[in-house]
């Protein structure tokens, strides 16, 4: 089985960004992968994901979407609720699109299993050394940094609840596969472990960093006992781990973008190759860190 993994695009749909996704779509179909992962932050603008899911999706391989919390963001002039995006205009889009949308159901090839989620945050990765107040986290603010959810999320329940939910769905999706599933890969937005998330040491960064996901997803994944390998995005710095016998990994791109010059080598950098084979994976010579870090980026990009 072979992988291909990228998240955290963030577009916007012009020039500059047709060319960036039809390069990614050249580098997916040379891998030749049997599967194709998208792992969230496309766009908060449903017409621009289904485009983009549209120029992204590639022949001869299972394509699959987990939607991230920019796409299931609310449009604050009207329109659908993030519940609504989430639950059905997504899967809605991916469909028509030729992606499955993995939080809707579970893909399966033989015996190794697909199951995905948006996951989300408990605030479980904060820093509790920095002693700001659990209030702050609930509010999304601090001393004037703010986690912009708060303006463009509206679950109508609280972020504890929400992970919940995610996790309890999960679990479901977890023991109702088939018996002949022998392995798990978990395609996730939001980190399932704290090791994945990067700390600073400074605010507001590592105040943010309380945003990244939840302690209790990953539990609800080692005790299982089939997940092999997790790959998420929405942290912008790539990160790859193992824990307890578990390969994971965040593949993000990000906001920067290069010329055209040397789109080639920073789309080789972004999008990652996977290989399963039985219960060994191995992830081909994948590079960590901010591969945006010096790269100009547009302000208007979320
Ligand atoms: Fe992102
Ligand atoms: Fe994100």
Same mark, same amino acid.
């Given at each position: 089985?072979?992988?291909?993994?990228?998240?955290?695009?963030?577009?916007?749909? =012009?020039?500059?960004?047709?060319?960036?996704?039809?390069?990614?779509?050249?580098?997916?179909?040379?891998?030749?992968?049997?599967?194709?992962?998208?792992?969230?932050?496309?766009?908060?603008?449903?017409?621009?994901?289904?485009?983009?899911?549209?120029?992204?999706?590639?022949?001869?391989?299972? =394509?699959?979407?987990?939607?991230?919390?920019?796409?299931?963001?609310? &449009?604050?002039?009207?329109?659908?609720? *993030?519940?609504?995006?989430?639950?059905?205009?997504?899967?809605? %889009?991916?469909?028509?699109?030729?992606?499955?949308?993995?939080?809707?159901?579970?893909?399966?090839?033989?015996?190794?299993?697909?199951?995905?989620?948006?996951? !989300?945050?408990?605030?479980?990765?904060?820093?509790?050394?920095?002693?700001?107040?659990? %209030?702050?986290?609930?509010?999304?603010?601090?001393?004037?940094?703010? !986690?912009?959810?708060?303006?463009?999320?509206?679950?109508?329940?609280? &972020?504890?609840?929400?992970?919940?939910?995610? =996790?309890?769905?999960? %679990?479901?999706?977890?023991?109702? @596969?088939?018996?002949?599933?022998?392995?798990?890969?978990?395609?996730?937005?939001?980190?399932?472990?704290?090791?994945?998330?990067?700390?600073?040491?400074? @605010?507001?960064?590592?105040?943010?960093?309380?945003?990244?996901?939840?302690?209790?997803?990953?539990?609800?994944? @080692?005790?299982?006992?089939?997940?092999?390998?997790?790959?998420?995005?929405? *942290?912008?710095?790539? =990160?790859?781990?193992?824990?307890?016998?578990?390969?994971?990994?965040?593949?993000?791109?990000?906001?920067?973008?290069? &010329?055209?010059?040397?789109?080639?080598?920073?789309?080789?950098?972004?999008?990652?190759?996977?290989?399963?084979?039985?219960?060994?994976?191995?992830?081909?010579?994948?590079?960590?860190?901010?591969?945006?870090?010096?790269?100009?980026?547009?302000?208007?990009?979320?």
């Amino acid at each position: 089985m072979r992988i291909a993994a990228i998240s955290d695009l963030h577009v916007i749909p =012009n020039d500059e960004d047709d060319f960036l996704l039809a390069e990614i779509r050249k580098k997916v179909e040379e891998i030749e992968p049997d599967v194709f992962v998208v792992a969230g932050d496309l766009s908060d603008d449903l017409d621009t994901l289904s485009r983009t899911l549209g120029m992204l999706r590639v022949d001869d391989c299972e =394509n699959l979407f987990v939607a991230g919390n920019h796409d299931v963001w609310f &449009d604050e002039s009207g329109g659908p609720g *993030s519940l609504e995006k989430y639950s059905r205009l997504i899967g809605q %889009e991916c469909r028509r699109r030729g992606f499955l949308h993995l939080p809707d159901a579970p893909f399966i090839a033989d015996d190794l299993a697909f199951i995905g989620s948006v996951g !989300w945050y408990d605030y479980s990765f904060r820093r509790e050394d920095m002693d700001i107040p659990i %209030e702050s986290y609930e509010h999304k603010e601090h001393n004037g940094a703010i !986690w912009y959810d708060l303006f463009r999320i509206d679950w109508t329940m609280t &972020d504890v609840e929400a992970t919940e939910i995610f =996790n309890r769905r999960i %679990e479901y999706d977890l023991s109702t @596969l088939p018996d002949s599933v022998r392995h798990v890969v978990y395609v996730s937005h939001h980190l399932p472990f704290q090791e994945l998330t990067i700390y600073k040491d400074r @605010l507001p960064w590592d105040f943010h960093s309380a945003f990244m996901g939840a302690k209790s997803t990953g539990e609800v994944l @080692l005790r299982d006992g089939r997940v092999l390998l997790s790959i998420s995005g929405h *942290s912008h710095i790539r =990160n790859l781990i193992k824990i307890d016998g578990l390969t994971a990994m965040t593949v993000p791109l990000g906001y920067g973008r290069p &010329d055209r010059e040397h789109m080639k080598e920073f789309i080789r950098e972004a999008v990652a190759e996977i290989h399963i084979e039985g219960a060994a994976v191995n992830v081909v010579d994948f590079v960590s860190g901010d591969i945006c870090a010096g790269l100009p980026y547009v302000d208007s990009r979320h």
